[in-house]
């Protein structure tokens, strides 16, 4: 029996403390709060978006940063086995669409309960209010973690799971990075993923609080096309979020770091211009008398009527038989490509994961185990791992935390 100290109770650290208790190892979990699972209290929207049950295949495919290093964990405990795990523990789960898999209850304070109860039945000793300070090694191996009252808590092996920079509220301050950092290890640019984006338009402002559905986002960065998907987004007073920006924010986010990029909307992506400019027509043959704003308002929701009347620069209240061909054409442009100029990410307090941490090649895939110092492990959001929203950030937790907490051996 080997005792093993694991730092953060979140999603990684309690799924490898559980299974190091299973596997028979004396642990003690740190947490600086006082309670376990803060952020997952809040992950999708309180009702806690567990895993994807989609293929393996597609788990790869979500994926941003370094998807390769996920192989042994991925198929070493899958999202279907993670299903199981949590309807054992007697969570009911459903699967909604886009293969999202969340608690029947929609809450996720029973999936963080069922974790608890598990690992009191286990054996894990939580140690609340307790806050890792420092990783100690000795003779290149872990030998104690150093705590924020000054005690020091001796073991045989130690899991870094404390997490990222995002939703710092739940106590992610980036404690893991200089963990690593202090015990050798690379810690890759770190920046917020999943997050909102600013942009430079004044009628952003104008536009607050609407949501458009149906539509297609694309990003680019000059000619070059970054990121293309059709879903649903939000204005906000800043800019824009919802599901579309969040995802491109994943993809867009080193690019925005260094430059504006351009986001163009398509309103009706479902139509070609061909289409559109036929569908048009005919509402300008249906209201010939009418004005120009009165003829084209069943297009696009109220709000942002006054915002495309003023950038497709045609007198809201010229008739529509007097608008010329070359005006609608623009006008329909206009429609297919409503374009923003997105400046830069929001910050880590409205990020949902971290982008960057500690370095994957120093990390043994199979075990999760440093290759730089003996004993020492790192699961979870810790590691340069992200990906996209629908459950696969959390299947990257459980799995990377599965792996780190049933690969301590016994120290002789």
């Given at each position: 029996m080997s005792k093993v100290i694991i730092i953060g109770g979140g999603a990684a650290g309690s799924i490898a403390a559980i299974f190091a208790a299973r596997s028979g190892h004396d642990v003690v979990l740190l947490e600086k709060n006082e309670k376990i699972g803060k952020k997952l209290y809040i992950t999708g929207k309180g009702r806690c978006n567990v895993t994807n049950s989609g293929s393996v295949d597609e788990l790869f495919a979500a994926v941003v940063s370094n998807p390769k290093f996920l192989y042994s964990a991925f198929y070493g405990f899958t999202n279907w086995q993670v299903m199981e795990f949590f309807e054992k523990l007697g969570v009911a789960l459903k699967t909604e669409r886009g293969n999202r898999v969340f608690p029947v209850s929609d809450h996720s304070s029973d999936i963080i309960r069922a974790l608890q109860r598990e690992m009191e039945r286990t054996g894990v000793q939580i140690r609340f209010h307790t806050k890792g300070?420092?990783?100690?090694?000795?003779?290149?191996?872990?030998?104690?973690?150093?705590?924020?009252?000054?005690?020091?808590?001796?073991?045989?092996?130690?899991?870094?799971?404390?997490?990222?920079?995002?939703?710092?509220?739940?106590?992610?301050?980036?404690?893991?990075?200089?963990?690593?950092?202090?015990?050798?290890?690379?810690?890759?640019?770190?920046?917020?993923?999943?997050?909102?984006?600013?942009?430079k338009e004044y009628y952003a402002k104008e536009l607050q609080g609407l949501s458009l559905k149906n539509v297609t986002a694309t990003v680019y960065d000059g000619k070059k096309k970054l990121f293309e998907e059709f879903g649903e987004m939000l204005f906000t007073h800043f800019g824009v979020s919802g599901p579309l920006v969040i995802c491109a924010s994943s993809i867009v986010g080193r690019a925005l770091s260094k430059k504006e990029l351009t986001l163009s909307i398509n309103l009706k992506p479902a139509l070609s211009k061909e289409q559109l400019d036929q569908r048009v027509l005919r509402d300008f043959a249906q209201n010939k008398n009418k004005k120009f704003k009165n003829a084209v308002e069943g297009l696009f929701p109220a709000k942002l009527r006054p915002v495309m009347m003023e950038l497709c620069q045609i007198d809201p209240d010229r008739p529509v038989n007097d608008i010329s061909r070359e005006e609608r054409l623009r006008f329909v442009e206009l429609v297919q490509n409503f374009k923003m100029t997105l400046t830069k990410l929001r910050g880590y307090d409205e990020a949902v994961i971290t982008r960057g941490g500690v370095y994957t090649k120093e990390v043994n895939p199979q075990t999760m185990e440093s290759k730089r110092v003996r004993g020492l492990y790192f699961a979870g959001e810790v590691l340069d791992l992200d990906a996209m929203t629908g459950g696969f950030n959390l299947q990257i937790a459980w799995s990377t935390g599965y792996l780190a907490g049933i690969s301590i051996s016994d120290v002789e």
């Open positions: 300070k420092e990783v100690l090694t000795k003779d290149g191996r872990f030998d104690a973690v150093r705590l924020s009252d000054g005690g020091i808590l001796h073991g045989d092996a130690c899991i870094v799971a404390t997490g990222g920079l995002s939703y710092p509220s739940t106590g992610s301050t980036g404690d893991g990075y200089r963990f690593a950092e202090a015990t050798g290890h690379k810690v890759t640019e770190t920046s917020p993923a999943l997050v909102p984006m600013e942009v």
